[in-house]
């Protein structure tokens, strides 16, 4: 199996990223701007991208503001090659970087609680450390940097696959943070965001309540519609829900109410199945209660396509960098958060995982809308501690320290082999794609996105 082999140039190359790297990702940590909010994270990556020599070619791509698209070209017919950068941070995960659940200290109360300060500055940095390598050995091709705004909410890949963005590329990275280091070869779900809203009318719940026809009363009915029918849906199924609008006041019979809902499932015709059966509970609920019930279906996303060769060849390049070196300070901050989570305390990865069968996990991502449009590959690299889970203060802990800047820079070292690999090696581009067509034999893609959502729901003016 031909690999790049291990280089001077590359560490070269690598160690001139490097502090870009870690310059990303310190102050996008710090930013910690919200899906759809990332103002100025999406210009500092412009600004560092352009600084670097590529050209921007679209901001406000696919009509939201904070997504943009990058490239570099190098001579003509070589191959091209795509990064996924995430840049969004979550609300109410904000920390200092102290091993404790603890406020910073400007106030700042989102936080990059999934790692995506790391995410986005470790394909920079490769891409960066690739284009010189490109330069010095005159290797044609090209490098496009995706600036994915908004993965936690309405991810943009949806949006930039449905414009076709990705039709042209080779194949496309990406790399998230973790408690492991581990070639991602799993099957994330399929899913659709639903808004189900109730129409009903006013009374004095005192005085006259025969008067009026309750909107709650027709949610607390869809929800309980919604849990007795999970009883019947297969064990793969995820049904969550919210109440985003419940009425104001107990004396008034509530006129609005609104249910916020995900439907997840192994892929998109499950989902879809699910969804069609949620609108008849909601119609159900509306009829028994005399009021009026509206579904708005505004968001949803494949399950992730696996591709087989570019996994192989990943892992290869995984074992070939492994986990960061750890030092004594480090180890002991990840035990601190773990103790402080009351979880057992064995600190930081010091091995990578086997490459993993392919099984569907419970999560979903937007890197799927990707991978039925273009071989797509990406890895996990130790950020946090081992058992911490995505989405809770160690992440956002260890990201603004030398745990998560290491576990970036190493990321950026087995992507931009890979990248390497694409860019040369012929036969292994015609064993991706062969691979591909072969998982895509029959299948036309079809946007998740109903036609007439244009923009996120939660697109600020």
């Known amino acids: 199996m031909p690999t790049t082999p291990p280089k001077p140039e590359l560490?070269?190359?690598?160690?001139?990223?490097?502090?870009?790297?870690?310059?990303?990702?310190?102050?996008?940590?710090?930013?910690?701007?919200?899906?759809?909010?990332?103002?100025e994270s999406a210009q500092l990556y412009q600004r560092i991208l352009q600084a670097a020599g590529f050209t921007l070619v679209s901001v406000g791509t696919a009509g939201i503001a904070t997504a943009f698209i990058a490239e570099w070209t190098q001579g003509s017919g070589g191959p091209n090659v795509g990064f996924l950068l995430e840049y969004d941070a979550l609300p109410d995960l904000g920390n200092a970087p102290v091993p404790r659940q603890q406020p910073r200290d400007d106030g700042k109360t989102s936080g990059h609680g999934c790692g995506h300060n790391l995410l986005g500055a470790g394909l920079a940095g490769a891409a960066i450390a690739v284009k010189h390598m490109m330069e010095t050995e005159a290797i044609p091709g090209t490098l496009r940097l995706y600036g994915c705004a908004a993965e936690e909410t309405e991810g943009a890949k949806v949006y930039m696959a449905r414009e076709g963005l990705f039709n042209d590329l080779d194949a496309c990275l990406h790399w998230h943070p973790a408690p492991m280091a581990v070639v991602a070869s799993a099957r994330t779900a399929a899913n659709n965001s639903l808004k189900i809203e109730f129409f009903g009318r006013n009374a004095h719940a005192g005085m006259e309540p025969w008067q009026g026809r309750s909107a709650l009363h027709a949610m607390e009915l869809a929800a309980h519609g919604l849990n007795l029918m999970r009883e019947h849906l297969e064990p793969t199924a995820r049904i969550h829900y919210v109440f985003e609008a419940a009425g104001t006041a107990p004396n008034v019979v509530p006129a609005y109410t609104r249910l916020w809902l995900k439907v997840r499932d192994l892929d998109r015709a499950h989902v879809t199945a699910t969804t069609t059966w949620v609108e008849q509970i909601a119609a159900g609920a509306a009829l028994a209660t005399q009021t009026e019930a509206r579904v708005k279906h505004y968001y949803g996303v494949h399950d992730l396509l696996p591709n087989t060769p570019l996994a192989e060849r990943m892992h290869v390049h995984l074992e070939q960098v492994g986990v960061p070196e750890w030092n004594q300070e480090e180890q002991a901050f990840a035990q601190a958060c773990q103790h402080e989570c009351g979880l057992p305390t064995h600190g930081l990865a010091t091995k990578i995982l086997p490459l993993q069968p392919e099984r569907t996990i419970g999560g979903s991502s937007d890197v799927a809308e990707v991978s039925w449009q273009t071989p797509t590959m990406g890895l996990t690299m130790p950020t946090m501690p081992l058992h911490v889970a995505l989405h809770t203060w160690p992440v956002t802990a260890c990201g603004g320290t030398t745990i998560g800047l290491k576990g970036a820079v190493a990321a950026a070292h087995v992507l931009a082999l890979m990248t390497l690999d694409i860019l040369t090696d012929a036969e292994l581009r015609t064993a991706v794609r062969a691979d591909f067509d072969h998982r895509t034999a029959g299948f036309t893609y079809v946007s998740p996105l109903p036609p007439e959502q244009r923009h996120p729901v939660g697109l600020p003016a």
């Open 11 to 39: 560490h070269q190359a690598l160690a001139f990223a490097r502090p870009t790297i870690e310059y990303l990702a310190h102050e996008v940590w710090h930013l910690a701007e919200l899906s759809l909010h990332e103002v």
